[in-house]
């Protein structure tokens, strides 16, 4: 080669790919917003019973609270229209949010750093949701179950939208055999009981296991309405300081997110979950399905109420009783799907007000409130425990169920001020911007931009 010679140009460098960023405030669909506001102020409902009662009062009203009078009427109201609704709505979202969040990335040629990002997204509201509910002290905190149960979820995301649906139905069927079991259980024990009454009536010997089983069954009678010792045992504990609190539910937090986590919630986000992918890549929660299909799930809800209402007016029937049984095995086969059902219902109404325009100042609020859901969700938790535990106003089991309805309305005022306000300045939530930035693993812009 001649050295005088000119070197070759050296190959032309491709432009660097763009760099991974979170969708910015311009590009949210605002129909996942509005229906995210909406689960998020209406699982206060039933939130706030748990949050204010002793616990077994969320579900039997005869346990605390009130079941007559205007105590009974906001008991049905909270039974049928919002008791696992809301947040068999969260579920879904948090599933239609993988599915977004994985699509956005794959528009962008990113498709190979989603599933990194996804789980690095689950894991740390992993740690949130510990932060949660043994630092703020909410039993009900949903946060380490979708961090954890996401972890699950996201290698599912490229599934077609009819396979993921039938995974969320057969996970929920997972709900059917074991609720058969419990039920046989029971009526095992019920039988013993009813033996042992029938030999002693007879003046017969009792044999040591049925009258084991009769005292179990007549302690499981006498548990509603509890002995007053009882609940004033846990009602004094939560008037407590914080310390109190925090040891005295410690071993209730463990079991919560061990036990109870593998048994039920499992099944539970996950089915929801599924369907919440499948629905979004068929565009139901974006707003972009057929006005037919939402009608039909609205018409569909609205059975799956009326049905509810006639159960819990049959269970009023029994005064409560834990003792009925086949009530409580009709309740517990249904209740997987029929939430789901009515959930959606509700976000089809919603979806179709937006569509249609209708009601802007209704949707504008819940839109604000969804922007900032994360956030929203642990502002409820401060203002609750503040209100009802021992190291804040110490209301915990003054207010009766009905009662409890005022600080629904109230705090939902609180969550929307603060959102409308919040977002007036900048352009996430305080904790939408935290978790976005961990995520990404790089400090992202708070601040709206200017114009």
Known sequence: MDPAAPSPAPPPVPPPADVPSPVTAAERIVAIDVVRGLAVLGILVMNVVEFGQPLHAYDNPAYAGGSSGLDL?????????????????FSMLFGAGIVLIAERMAS???EGRAADLLLRRCLWLVLFGIAHRFGLQWTGDILYLYGLIGLIAVPFRK??????????????AAFVPMSLRDHGTMEAGRAKAEAATRLEAAGLPVPEDLAAAKKNWEDLLASVPPKPETVQKEIDLMRGGYGKVFTGRWDYHHRFQSVF?????????????????????LGFFAGRSPKWVYGTMLAAGIGVTAAWFAWAW??????????????????????????????????????????????????????????????????????CTLLFFGYGFGLYGRLSRA?????????????????????????????????RSLTWWRLQPLRRPAG
Request: charged share 15%.
């Open 314 to 383: 049959a269970w009023r029937a029994t005064g409560f009783s834990p003792g009925a049984i086949e009530l409580r095995l009709l309740h517990d086969l249904a209740y997987p799907f029929a939430r789901g059902i009515a959930g959606l219902a509700w976000a089809a109404a919603f979806l179709l007000l937006l569509r249609a325009g209708r009601a802007r100042w209704l949707t504008t609020q819940l839109a604000a409130v969804g922007r900032m859901a994360f956030s929203n969700y642990i502002v409820q938790t401060v203002c």
């Open 261 to 281: 986590l593998y048994y039920h919630f499992l099944w539970d986000v996950l089915g929801m979950m599924f369907l919440g992918m499948g629905l979004m890549k």
């Open 403 to 435: 009662e409890l309805l005022l600080v629904v309305l109230a705090v939902a005022v609180v969550q929307v001020l603060f959102s409308r306000v919040w977002l007036r300045f900048f352009a996430f939530g305080p904790l939408e911007w935290a978790w």
């Open 73 to 89: 009427a906001f008991w049905f109201v909270q039974v049928t229209l919002f008791d696992g609704r809301m947040r068999a709505l």
């Open 108 to 110: 962008k040629g990113q």
């Open 159 to 172: 599934l077609r939208a009819v396979p993921l649906l039938v995974l969320g139905v057969l996970a929920l």
